[in-house]
Structures are given as C-alpha cells and as structure tokens.
C-alpha cells in the first residue's frame, strides 16, 4: 500500500513520508496543534470563554507534568484555566464537595480530576460525580453508555481514543482507504482507552476485535488487522513482524525504559517506546505513529476539543 497523496497533501494531512522501505509517518504533534488551532478559533467566536478546571491530588511527578501542559494549552485556546491542587492526604469527602462546587460553578464547563487518585480515594465514585455535562475526560457511565449505544454526537468521547481516530482517519484519507468493512484490532481493554476506541472503530462500520492479556494466538489475532491499535503499556509488546502489510499503525503506549549511555549529570539515560516495535512495524505498516511523537499530543488537544464542546452545548 502506497499514499496516493503528494508531499503536500500529506502535510496538510499531518503526515510525512517515512524512512525508506517504511511506511508513512503519522505526526501527532502536527495534527494536534491543527486542532489546537482551530479550538482557538472557534473559542473566540463562542461568545464566552470556556471554562476548564484540572484537579490533582496528591505530588505524582506524571501527573504534575500532565496537569500543567493541560493548563498551558487551555490558556493557549484562550480558556479560562484553573488547577486545584490538593494534598495526599485529602479525604473523597473533600474531592467531592469541590467536583460539587465545580459542577455547580458557571465559569467552568470541563472538570478533569487527574489519575490516579491516592488508593484511599474510590475514584469510581469520584468520577462518577462529576456532571455529565462537564465530563471532559468521557469516563463517566453516561458518556460512557452514548458512545455505546452511538449517540457520538451528544457524548464527550475519551480523549486518547478520540484522537486516535482522527489519526487513524487521516491516515486512511491519505492512503484512499475506506475504513468501512476494514478488520480493526484494538489491543487492550481498559475504560480509558480500549473500549471507547473499539466503539469509535465500530461507529465507522470497522469489523472490530478487542484483544487482551487473555486473548489466545495474539500474533494471529494483530496478523489480521487492517487498523491495529496497541493499547496495553507494555514496552514494544507487539514485534514488528507481527504487523500486517499495508496496516495502518496506532500506538498508544508511552513506555520509559533504560536508553543507552548516560547523560550530563551522570544518571542512566532513559527513553520513551510504545507497545510496538517501531523499527520493524514501520516496514511493514503503511502508515504508523511514532512514539513519541504520536498519539500523545492528540490527547492534550482533545481534551480542548471536548472542553470546547461542552462550553457551546452549556452557553
Ligand atoms: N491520567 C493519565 N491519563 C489521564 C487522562 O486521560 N485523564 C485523567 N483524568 N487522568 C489521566
């Protein structure tokens, strides 16, 4: 499978060619400040700001980084951004009386209490307190349940997956691929990203397989995908030769594992991998996502995305 598509074309797209004998690249970073752009500009035609309030609790160094690039992007869309951030030792009393106050208050439209929560908050129940409404993350069973029953257009979809598939669409737009009828496998089955993607492929009319850690024959099962998405956190889980020809290639997975050498300070370097192999799935694949690089930035840039619609479906 080759792109039909000129450099440029793929540019606009998002994607570029690949090293050679590879498949194309699908740039997650280029894509996401696409969407970037056009959440700003739709935000400043909304006649209101939206309002996006980002909860952390406790001092996870992760979390710390993804709270505050959600900030920085929601004042780049022109939001108004807040982060509460609350000690470890805060009771689920407490988290849910501010969700309360959140939910109740008119100036925020998103509420984002990050994961994980410290093991003696139940964050099912903490999750499932946030309204509706203002659920940007797309994890509670109401939203959960519209994308099930494929009311897409009045959920808040997760954001990984959500911007999974646009990569995914743009990729099958440039290789003039219909996704209709296509097998799709979705490795991983979590809340947070293997079931809604499964559904989101499913809503394409994708012939779909969900795949686990229980699944028997996996090579056979990932050997079958025409649209492969690696959702497991598993460092390069998925060797290359396990690939389908011509697939196109989402990985999910941000994995940290030792680098080679050490750097300035004299500490182990370390380095980012997915669940896939990359080296050997880009030969075969047609299109895949790097990591990093793929998927990631996507999810920062559907949370506005979601933040946005939420704001225009509570003017
Ligand atoms: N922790 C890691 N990823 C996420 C996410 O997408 N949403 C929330 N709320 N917490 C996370």
Redesign the pocket.
């Known amino acids: 499978m080759t792109s039909k598509a000129s450099p440029s074309e793929l540019a606009a797209l998002g994607l570029r060619e690949g090293a050679p004998g590879c498949g194309l690249v699908i740039d997650g970073k280029l894509v996401s400040e696409s969407v970037l752009a056009e959440v700003a500009q739709k935000s400043a035609a909304l006649g209101l700001k939206p309002g996006l309030a980002v909860v952390l609790v406790g001092e996870d160094p992760a ?1 710390q980084v ?1 709270v505050k690039s959600k900030g920085r992007a929601a004042e780049s869309c022109g939001f108004h951004s807040v982060q509460h951030t609350l000690p470890v030792s805060t009771s689920q009393v407490d988290l849910i009386a501010l969700v309360e106050a959140l939910n109740a208050d008119p100036a925020i439209h998103g509420i ?5 929560l410290p093991k003696h908050i139940d964050s099912t129940v903490v999750l499932e307190t946030i309204s509706p409404a203002k659920d940007v ?1 797309g ?1 509670h069973p109401v939203n959960a349940g519209l994308l099930a029953v494929g009311d897409i257009a009045r959920a808040l979809v ?3 997956p959500a911007g999974s598939m646009i990569l995914i669409e743009r990729a099958a737009n440039a290789l003039g691929i219909d996704l209709a009828g296509k097998e799709a496998v979705v490795v991983g089955r979590s809340n ?1 990203v293997g079931k809604p993607m499964a559904q989101l492929l499913l809503s394409r009319s994708c012939t779909v397989t969900i795949a686990h850690s229980r699944t028997h024959d996996l090579r056979e099962v990932v050997g079958r995908a025409d649209i492969l998405v690696a959702a497991v956190g598993r460092p390069q889980m998925i060797p290359g030769d396990w690939v389908r020809k011509g697939a196109i290639v989402v990985d999910v997975g941000i994995n940290r594992v030792p680098g080679e050498g050490l750097d300035s300070q004299g500490r182990p370097k370390s380095k980012l991998v997915g669940d896939v192999d990359y080296a050997g799935a880009a030969t075969r694949a047609a299109a895949i996502t790097p990591v990093p690089g793929g998927v990631g930035p996507m ?1 920062i840039a559907m ?1 506005m995305s979601n933040t946005l619609t939420a704001a225009a479906r509570l003017r």
């Open positions: 979390s993804y984002l209490v990050q994961l994980p993350d994890f997760p954001c990984t947070i999810t949370l």
